[in-house]
């Protein structure tokens, strides 16, 4: 049974293996995420996450473990605060903020933060349906 209030984290990190699986799959191979030497003349210096890979976490989680297998994914409200880098741990929060009894939905905030310095990378709130969501 969950409760307004329960609270879900875990922290977590990408290789550049899996940001160039993932620039494969969807087509989005810009080269803020891929090309080192074209990522140097950017403000971030370096390569960036592309935000959609980065805000995936919340699918693993949502689908996996809070709530769990049954979770359907049906709205994601999204911002991204901070560029997210390769290889650094992050940690991702999600807290139950309300219930709907009658339709089994919630809406839950999803947060991530670096795991190193606590700053904001990503915020944003899901709606969810789930058969124990009562």
Known sequence: MFKVGDRYAEKFSFTQEQVIRFAELTGDKNPIHLDPEY?????????????????????????MKFPGKGTIYL????????????????????????????????LIETIINDAATQKRTVEGRATVMHKELI
Not at 75 to 93: G, H, L, N, T
């Open 39 to 63: 990522a140097a003349t950017t403000p971030f210096k370096k390569n960036i996450i592309h935000g959609a890979f980065s805000a995936s976490i919340f699918s693993k989680i949502l689908g």
């Open 75 to 106: 709205k994601q409200e999204i911002s991204f605060k901070r560029p997210m880098y390769v290889d650094c741990e992050y940690e991702a929060i999600l807290t139950i903020l309300e219930l709907n009894p009658e339709n089994h939905t919630a």
